[in-house]
């Protein structure tokens, strides 16, 4: 019997989808002017679905955004008709809602265009109609800003100290085990899937990009905390970390029992990391060239573990001041 690990952040979004849903339900049967409840439907699973823009910031600019894009669309109709008319309004919607710093409405306002003019009879509909289904779907926002910032609200500073913390770690359990190797005490490690460190470095970086969008208080706390800093650090040490796995792995693979006490004293993560040039002595199995590229990837991915360790010490006491 195979048991699968369940995501919580996956049960965190389905509980919230689930309630959003339901209460936006509930209020559409309380108040009979809602006369088609798909719109706010749509606007909590759009809304909901957004694990991080739950902000005021991208609640009135979703809010305005499908405004405008009513707005937009009701004017084209009076003009051009069918996917003609769609092609058009997205044409104007699409920059006139980038221009006004409403990108977060854009989903809602294209998928209303669509509907608006897939309606049989649409060129008969006035402001009216505009003007309701832009309340229904403000209900449907309002409801799913409000259980996003009640249940479990994103802390997106809080996930990156996460994220970060864990790509530490793991370089550790690798140093770790790889200086093991090379003292001969333990056998190579598996090879390392660099598709997950890859992964969480992407999120790191789409977390930072959302919040230097929100304004100059997230700016300062993105400055204070040096997270620009700590990703280009990352992604030098990303790469020759990668580099490095693979000159090691591809190592392991041909001199089997590859014992290397220089290397391993280096990587042995209870010594003083970078601190010298590494320098492999000339009785080893590798070859002149081999001994020369493992000195320099070594080196290079060494120091920057070094500056990576001081950059997140100056962050801890700057935390603490």
Not at 1 to 23: A, H
Not at 168 to 190: E, I
Not at 285 to 311: A, D, G, H, M, V
Request: hydrophobic fraction near 45%; charged fraction near 20%.
């Amino acid at each position: 019997m195979i048991i699968t690990r369940v995501d919580s952040n996956l049960i965190k979004q389905s509980i919230k989808l689930g309630l959003s849903v339901l209460i936006t339900c509930a209020v559409a049967q309380h108040f009979d002017r809602i006369s088609f409840v798909f719109y706010p439907l749509l606007a909590v699973i759009l809304i909901v679905d957004d694990q991080d823009e739950n902000s005021f910031q991208a609640a009135r600019g979703r809010i305005l955004g499908t405004v405008s894009g009513g707005f937009v669309v009701f004017l084209v109709h009076t003009i051009l008709s069918g996917w003609i008319g769609i092609f058009v309004s997205l044409l104007i919607t699409v920059p006139l809602l980038r221009r006004l710093g409403w990108g977060s409405g854009l989903t809602t306002a294209v998928v209303i265009t669509v509907i608006f003019l897939s309606i049989p009879g649409y060129t008969n509909l006035n402001w009216y109609y505009i003007l309701n289904r832009s309340i229904d779907t403000l209900v449907g926002v309002v409801i799913a800003i409000a259980i996003g910032r009640l249940l479990w609200p994103k802390n997106r500073l809080m996930r990156m100290e996460e994220l970060h913390q864990k790509l530490l770690n793991l370089l550790s359990t690798r140093m770790q085990q790889h200086s093991q190797s090379l003292l001969g005490f333990k056998s190579s490690p598996p090879p390392l899937q660099p598709g997950s460190i890859t992964k969480d470095l992407l999120e790191i970086q789409r977390l930072i990009n959302i919040e230097a969008q929100l304004g100059s208080k997230h700016i300062k706390q993105l400055t204070r905390l040096r997270w620009q800093q700590r990703m280009s650090l990352w992604r030098s040490l990303h790469t020759h970390w990668i580099l490095m796995e693979r000159l090691l792995n591809t190592l392991a693979v041909k001199y089997q029992h590859l014992q290397l006490p220089e290397l391993a004293h280096q990587l042995d993560i209870s010594n003083d990391i970078g601190w010298k040039r590494l320098h492999i002595e000339s009785n080893s199995p590798l070859s002149l060239s081999q001994r020369i590229l493992l000195e320099e990837e070594s080196t290079r991915f060494l120091r920057l573990i070094r500056s990576q360790k001081k950059l997140d010490f100056a962050v801890k006491k700057n935390s603490f001041e």
